[in-house]
């Protein structure tokens, strides 16, 4: 990202901060990711939809780690609905897997089961294994 900032890239580290986000939150560093995510908010196309999916996904993720878990599953839901009405079947099942995260972390699991499975709809009518395989371990081990 270093390099991108210095290139005066701006897509590019857009694109890259959900997904360092993501590695943050899977590094239980919760506060780095809701930076990440912070950090590419001035520099986002309003038309890449999948980066602000993504983001959004993150930012509700960190939020619910963080404590604040009305806003963080307000935001987790907000990607899954904004991913819905796509054709992008492997973007529809990646939030909705890490909606089930939020879901899990906030001690809702019955809801969560319910996103697993949406993520596992999704994933399997993609035809993408791995994912259809981590929806359906959450379900598992949720149930």
């Known amino acids: 990202i270093a390099y991108l900032e210095a290139q005066g890239d701006t897509w590019m580290r857009s ?3 959900p997904q360092l986000a993501e590695t943050r939150l899977g590094a239980n560093d919760p506060q780095g990711a809701h930076d990440c995510k912070r950090a590419s ?7 890449d939809l999948m980066t602000r999916i993504r983001a959004m996904a993150m930012a509700g993720r960190s939020r619910v ?5 009305a806003e ?3 935001l987790a839901s907000a990607a899954v609905e904004l991913a ?18 939020a879901l899990n972390s906030a001690g809702r699991r019955d809801e969560a089961l319910e996103a697993a499975r949406g993520a596992a709809e999704a994933y399997r009518a993609k035809g993408h294994l791995l994912g259809l395989r981590r929806a359906e371990a959450m379900q598992r081990a949720r149930s």
Do not use: F, I, K, N
């Open 65 to 69: 780690a963080l404590g604040d878990v």
């Open 15 to 17: 694109v890259a901060r």
């Open 72 to 74: 963080g599953l307000a």
């Open 84 to 101: 819905r009405p796509t054709d992008w079947l492997e973007l529809q099942g990646w939030s909705q897997l890490h909606l089930a995260v």
């Open 41 to 47: 908010e001035g520099m986002m196309s309003p038309h």
